[in-house]
């Protein structure tokens, strides 16, 4: 079984323009999640994501950022007019259950977001 | 706020040296997950604890969780070159967020 596939893996982009990250999550699970990590610092939680519903997006900034996860296709997460604090990498993860039923994570490869 | 803070946050051991990492909470977990980062990689799920005072094994990997429910550790006996990494720990809090720790960030010396 395919893993968690994220592209790209990396990705540069000048200020003011838009970034979307993509992310198809494993075979079965039907749970996304998405994390931004900046250099050798931990994994901060941005959005948790049912097909079709926001379950959580209580780490996601108020402006500029969003993520979808539509019935058919990858969770998308999108950040408008790009500046240089958002230089970081993004994971996503999926789970085949709720996340509050306590199930493992399993991470995809990231993407490398570089801003000029 | 909620904050898991981990300890140390950088350790340097001789290959064969044991290591332990500690991770904190501010709050009650209802879990707590311990993950796995290589240089340059992606973290990658190690154990699951959920009951206060549970201890398990994975070959030369102990995990434990406190019996109040707000902290756990890492240790590793013998370390190897291929134990180089950082450790997450991650849980759940009674509001059900879910947060990572810190990261240890452990460099094994051949």
Redesign the interface.
Known sequence: NAGVMQNPRHLVRRRGQEARLRCSPMKGHSHV?W?RQLP??????MV?LQKENII?E?GMPKERFSAEFPKEGPSILRIQQVVRGDSAAY?C?SSPGH??S?Q???????TRLSIL | GQQVMQIPQYQHVQEGEDFTTYCNSSTTLSNIQWYKQRPGGHPVFLIQLVKSGEVKKQKRLTFQFGEAKKNSSLHITATQTTDVGTYFCAGRNTGNQFYFGTGTSLTVIP
Request: proline share 4%.
């Open positions: 999640y994390y050798e610092e931990g994994l901060k939680f948790y959580d209580s994971f993860a996340l509050y306590n493992p994570q399993h991470f995809g490869d990231g």
